[in-house]
């Protein structure tokens, strides 16, 4: 009987999950896991809320994904902590430090145009960089970095702890210090940006990406990505 009663206290919990989303995003997660947008029915709910549980996560992280997006490309917000123009940030590479399996490609995509071959080879490039779980992990982890300094000056350990996402490679290829320094600000907004196209590199594959997500959550903006910290954290 208390297994029973867990189970029952499981799949509420799983539905209230779901349920407190935003009715927009709510209806995209309700349509990746097979049901009508307006599904109601408490036993249909209920049968399915395994499957919506997961799909509901992967939405939220495609909300904090899309909702950075959104402000840097509608409000080009300037904070602490800010992502970097593609050009500003990939002409600080170092392609010397790169592993050498790689460096021939990286030299490519760095000297030459942005055709499609090229950006897709980039993609695939950053792609390699972290697993798709080190991806949503670590980007994650300088989203709520960039929230909670976006207006305050983080400490020594504080910035070292989010430099240290990256490991000795990464950080001499892309000229992160391992450490805080007076440029700081240039340092973290770096890093926050390595991370950033790192996990993109893994929205463009479609695993994570959603085309209509981007509008939806411009339009649902007011949340904000603190808004959504709870679920994700859950």
């Not at 009663?5 to 509420?12: P, Q, R, S």
């Not at 602490?80 to 430090?97: G, K, M, S, T, Y």
């Not at 021939?104 to 792609?127: C, E, I, M, N, Y």
């Not at 929230?147 to 910035?159: L, N």
């Amino acid at each position: 009987m208390s297994t029973a009663e867990g189970a029952i206290l499981e799949v509420d919990q799983k539905l209230a999950f779901a349920k407190a989303l935003p009715e927009e995003i709510q209806k995209l997660a309700w349509s990746r896991a097979g049901l009508l947008p307006t599904t109601t029915d408490d036993a249909v709910l209920r049968a399915n809320a395994a499957r919506l549980m997961e799909h509901t996560t992967t939405v939220v992280r495609e909300a904090r994904l899309a909702w950075v997006d959104a402000a840097v490309r509608d409000d080009a917000v300037k904070a602490n902590i800010a992502l970097l123009p593609p050009a500003d940030f990939l002409a600080r590479a170092q392609v010397e430090c790169m592993p050498e399996s790689v460096r021939a490609d990286w030299s490519r995509v760095l000297k030459g145009d942005d055709s499609a071959d090229l950006v897709a080879l980039r993609a695939q490039l950053f792609h390699n960089m972290w697993s798709l779980d080190a991806a949503v992990e670590k980007y994650e982890k300088g989203l709520s970095f960039g929230e909670k300094y976006a207006k305050k000056e983080p400490g020594r350990d504080a910035v070292q702890s989010f430099l240290s996402l990256f490991d000795l490679e990464q950080r001499q290829a892309f000229g992160l210090p391992a450490k805080k320094t007076s440029m700081w600000r240039d340092a973290c907004s770096a890093a926050y940006t390595l991370a950033w196209h790192i996990f993109k590199s893994h929205a463009q594959t479609g695993i994570l990406w959603s085309s209509g997500l981007g509008e939806a959550w411009t339009r649902l903006r007011g949340t904000g990505p603190a808004g959504l910290s709870a679920h994700t954290a859950a």
